[in-house]
């Protein structure tokens, strides 16, 4: 499975960006983490298949959104009021177990090129 990130850039804080994640084939929970310079890889969020059911990490929870499309086959992570500290480079995974969602990169079988977010002060 092949996945590709997208939707990364610069923007100030407060402001907006959308990321997307195509896969080149259907997996059960696919999700964001991210990494920061000098820091280890953090989940961000994660989005089962059936049912729908999303996890956000503390630190985005009421500002980040998570979403699959009708295929289910490209996950999007909508990131509003966006602060510095989000700043990082953001890497889809997927899992294709049916499982708990795990918010260990590890349990993850597939990963995406990573994009990366700036957001300024």
């Known amino acids: 499975v092949q996945l590709q990130a997208s939707g990364g850039g610069f923007v100030q804080a407060g402001g907006s960006l959308r990321l997307s994640c195509a896969a080149s084939?259907?997996?059960?929970?696919m999700g964001w983490f991210r990494q920061a310079p000098g820091k280890e890889r953090e989940f961000v969020s994660a989005i089962t298949l059936s049912p729908k059911l999303t996890y956000y990490a503390d630190s985005v929870k009421g500002r980040f959104t998570i979403s699959r499309d009708s295929a289910d086959n490209t996950v999007y992570l909508q990131m509003n009021s966006l602060k510095p500290e989000d700043t990082a480079v953001y890497y889809c995974?997927?899992?294709?177990?049916?499982?708990?969602?795990?918010?260990?990169?590890?349990?993850?079988?597939?990963w995406g090129q990573g994009t990366l977010v700036t957001v300024s002060s």
């Open positions: 995974a997927a899992d294709r177990r049916p499982r708990r969602v795990s918010t260990k990169s590890d349990d993850y079988d597939y």
């Open positions: 084939k259907r997996t059960y929970s």
